[in-house]
């Protein structure tokens, strides 16, 4: 069974950069579609970047708010699934949260109060904690 935890929020004022990273465990990397959602205050969790991580050269997907400015990419030796975030602005502070499951999911994921769902219709079945990121003007 797989476990992800995250780490490398923070806070940085408007333009700045944080790179996020998802430690994984009990699993190897190439057993799970991976990515990267958010939950801003008060609002629903959304996607923000995918990658298939059962394939060396995994189709990458990023969400239309943060294209350009978000890079995912997975290390399997270190088994680490990063996001460097650029030139982040207020409207990205969220809980950003780590996501693995066994069936395809992207950033268009869609989401419910309480689950996001993978392209089968079934719940992405591995999350973290989550990490705060917190943008200020």
């Known amino acids: 069974r797989v476990q992800l935890m995250e780490s490398g929020g923070g806070s940085v004022q408007t333009g700045g950069s944080l790179r996020l990273s998802c430690s994984v465990s009990?699993?190897?990397?190439?057993?799970?579609?991976m990515g990267w959602f958010r939950q801003p205050p008060g609002k629903g969790r959304e996607g923000v970047a995918s990658?298939?991580?059962?394939?060396?050269?995994?189709?990458?997907r990023y969400a239309h708010a943060m294209k350009g400015r978000v890079t995912i990419a997975y290390d399997n030796a270190k088994k680490t699934l990063d996001l460097q975030m650029n030139n982040l602005k207020p409207e990205d502070t969220a809980i950003y949260y780590c996501a693995a499951g066994s069936v395809e999911f992207g950033p268009r994921a869609y989401c419910t109060d309480t689950d996001c769902y993978d392209t089968g219709g079934r719940p992405i079945g591995f999350w973290g904690q989550g990490t705060q990121v917190t943008v200020s003007s």
């Open positions: 009990g699993s190897e990397m190439n057993n799970y579609y």
């Open positions: 990658i298939d991580s059962t394939d060396s050269g995994g189709t990458v």
